[in-house]
């Protein structure tokens, strides 16, 4: 893409919008790609099993229990620093924590384990996080001593995390990325809670979190499916955060479809599947499932852009289960029960994702649709990004997304070097939005314009 000449890019673009197949990956991020490896997934997760429980109140040995697991993942990010050039740094974010009445009976001490592979531009303050949760459990949730192996719920997640640290931290982005490993899920989201309002006390500029929990299995033995070729990203349409405060505007211009987190999902399947061949990312329009919870939500409701990553067809007989064979049937979450090509490209998906934003320019500025006048054409503008022109980087424009109002994605996409556009589609009948782009052609999370003038 970088030596073509303007009009062999406004014919590659025309050509994308006639056939919505055309990929344009960016080698950079398609090499990283290329890196997630199976061999190297299936390694942490065994490693991760091996420690027999990784309940949140095991008891602190040197080789089984939480503790040795959380000191093992901290050992791995260690590691992996030494190949950063000292732009990877880890550390375990710890507190304790007084027995709640609920799913914590004695005082523990709490964990997250963190890399922070800190971003090369200096004005450039925006994060990215990835997670999986390092605890597991059995039928109780208060049986800290049973085998516990939590392969895939939620080894893969974190193994996920271990091998996007592995692969990113090897080369430098604009922008920061936080590989965490946190715990406490099972006993109610604790380790994401702290993180959540971590996030918000110390006003990170956090845009993303993909949070993965149980994504390496991929055998439904109710409905007799197998299928490694879907995945599926949970978000919330309406903005988890002010609701009320931001309904009378939503209602009135029909938004309920576009908060941030929905807005994410949209990107995390477009660019997952633009870089990783046959995975199809399935949106589905709710939070998470039913009965069912995850560390993605205390962000959600703390005004945090987040979704959750799951694999798409789950076996309950290996969740949340004491190991035993009944009636036949063989219960525990098991390393032997997994899929890790599977795992590797549900990885990769998080990779392109998270690569693709830290290469983007952040969000362009005051994004507004003109609405002082009744026309059937649409003008949008806006401002330049605050992050993404500097000595080694530049935006080289801007895309505007068009979709009509009952369409799940964004349909048509124009391309401009302006920062307005005027587009002979009425705003009334389609949603727009404008992302920033790079020079390799990574685009940032698209705006969606608020009405005003000029
Ligand atoms: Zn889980």
Same mark, same amino acid.
């Given at each position: 893409?970088?030596?073509?000449?303007?009009?062999?890019?406004?014919?590659?673009?025309?050509?994308?919008?006639?056939?919505?197949?055309?990929?344009?990956?960016?080698?950079?991020?398609?090499?990283?790609?290329?890196?997630?490896?199976?061999?190297?997934?299936?390694?942490?997760?065994?490693?991760?099993?091996?420690?027999?429980?990784?309940?949140?109140?095991?008891?602190?040995?040197?080789?089984?229990?939480?503790?040795?697991?959380?000191?093992?993942?901290?050992?791995?990010?260690?590691?992996?620093?030494?190949?950063?050039?000292?732009?990877?740094?880890?550390?375990?974010?710890?507190?304790?924590?007084?027995?709640?009445?609920? +799913?914590?009976?004695?005082?523990?001490?709490?964990?997250?384990?963190?890399?922070?592979?800190?971003?090369?531009?200096?004005?450039?303050? +925006?994060?990215?996080?990835?997670?999986?949760?390092?605890?597991?459990?059995?039928?109780?949730?208060?049986? +800290?001593?049973?085998?516990?192996?939590?392969?895939?719920?939620?080894?893969?997640?974190?193994?996920?995390?271990?091998?996007?640290?592995?692969?990113?931290?090897?080369?430098?982005?604009?922008?920061?990325?936080?590989?965490?490993?946190?715990?406490?899920?099972?006993?109610?989201?604790?380790?994401?809670?702290?993180?959540?309002?971590?996030?918000?006390?110390?006003?990170?500029?956090?845009?993303?979190?993909?949070?993965?929990?149980i994504m390496g299995s991929n055998h439904s033995?109710?409905?007799?499916?197998?299928d490694n070729t879907r995945v599926r990203v949970?978000?919330?349409?309406?903005?988890?955060?002010?609701?009320?405060?931001?309904?009378?505007?939503? +209602?009135?211009?029909?938004?309920?479809?576009?908060?941030?987190?929905?807005?994410?999902?949209?990107?995390?399947?477009?660019?997952?599947?633009?870089?990783?061949?046959?995975?199809?990312?399935?949106?589905?329009?709710?939070?998470?499932?039913?009965?069912?919870?995850?560390?993605?939500?205390?962000?959600?409701?703390?005004?945090?852009?987040?979704?959750?990553?799951?694999?798409?067809?789950?076996?309950?007989?290996?969740?949340?289960?004491?190991?035993?064979?009944?009636?036949?049937?063989?219960?525990?979450?098991?390393?032997?029960?997994?899929?890790?090509?599977?795992?590797?490209?549900?990885?990769?998906?998080?990779?392109?994702?998270?690569?693709?934003?830290?290469?983007?320019?952040?969000?362009?500025?005051?994004?507004?649709?003109?609405?002082?006048?009744?026309?059937?054409?649409?003008?949008?503008?806006?401002?330049?990004?605050?992050?993404?022109?500097?000595?080694?980087?530049?935006?080289k424009g801007y895309y505007v997304l068009m979709?009509?109002?009952?369409?799940?994605?964004?349909?048509?996409?124009?391309?401009?070097?302006?920062?307005?556009?005027?587009?002979?589609?009425?705003?009334?009948?389609?949603?727009?939005?404008?992302?920033?782009?790079?020079?390799?052609?990574?685009?940032?999370?698209?705006?969606?314009?608020?009405?005003?003038?000029?």
């Amino acid at each position: 893409m970088k030596n073509c000449t303007l009009s062999g890019i406004l014919l590659l673009f025309s050509l994308a919008l006639q056939a919505q197949t055309t990929v344009n990956r960016d080698p950079a991020i398609a090499q990283l790609v290329a890196d997630v490896s199976a061999d190297s997934l299936r390694s942490h997760v065994t490693n991760l099993v091996s420690f027999g429980t990784r309940h949140t109140m095991s008891s602190a040995t040197p080789k089984r229990g939480l503790s040795a697991a959380r000191q093992w993942t901290l050992g791995k990010f260690q590691h992996y620093a030494k190949q950063s050039g000292g732009r990877l740094t880890a550390q375990i974010d710890s507190w304790t924590l007084q027995p709640d009445g609920r +799913r914590i009976d004695a005082v523990t001490q709490m964990g997250n384990v963190m890399a922070t592979l800190k971003g090369t531009d200096p004005n450039d303050d +925006r994060i990215f996080l990835v997670s999986g949760h390092i605890d597991s459990r059995v039928s109780d949730v208060m049986n +800290r001593t049973a085998d516990a192996p939590g392969a895939n719920d939620d080894g893969s997640g974190t193994a996920a995390v271990i091998e996007l640290c592995r692969v990113m931290s090897k080369v430098p982005f604009p922008a920061t990325i936080i590989f965490v490993a946190v715990c406490g899920e099972e006993q109610g989201l604790l380790g994401a809670n702290h993180l959540a309002q971590r996030a918000k006390d110390e006003k990170w500029n956090l845009e993303a979190l993909l949070n993965n929990d149980i994504m390496g299995s991929n055998h439904s033995p109710d409905t007799h499916i197998t299928d490694n070729t879907r995945v599926r990203v949970f978000s919330e349409g309406l903005p988890g955060y002010q609701t009320d405060s931001l309904a009378a505007n939503i +209602r009135q211009y029909g938004l309920e479809n576009d908060g941030k987190s929905r807005q994410l999902a949209r990107y995390t399947k477009e660019v997952g599947e633009r870089y990783v061949d046959q995975l199809e990312v399935v949106m589905v329009y709710r939070n998470d499932r039913f009965l069912r919870g995850g560390d993605h939500t205390p962000f959600v409701t703390r005004g945090f852009p987040a979704v959750r990553i799951t694999e798409m067809n789950e076996n309950f007989a290996h969740q949340h289960q004491d190991l035993r064979t009944q009636d036949g049937v063989e219960y525990g979450d098991y390393v032997k029960f997994m899929d890790f090509d599977y795992l590797r490209k549900n990885t990769a998906m998080n990779l392109a994702v998270l690569a693709n934003l830290a290469k983007a320019p952040s969000m362009p500025q005051n994004v507004t649709v003109e609405a002082r006048s009744l026309t059937n054409s649409t003008s949008l503008f806006w401002q330049a990004p605050k992050a993404g022109n500097s000595a080694n980087r530049k935006i080289k424009g801007y895309y505007v997304l068009m979709r009509e109002t009952h369409w799940p994605f964004w349909q048509k996409k124009f391309y401009t070097e302006k920062v307005g556009l005027t587009l002979p589609y009425s705003k009334d009948n389609y949603f727009f939005a404008v992302q920033a782009v790079s020079e390799d052609g990574n685009e940032s999370l698209p705006v969606i314009p608020r009405p005003g003038l000029r």
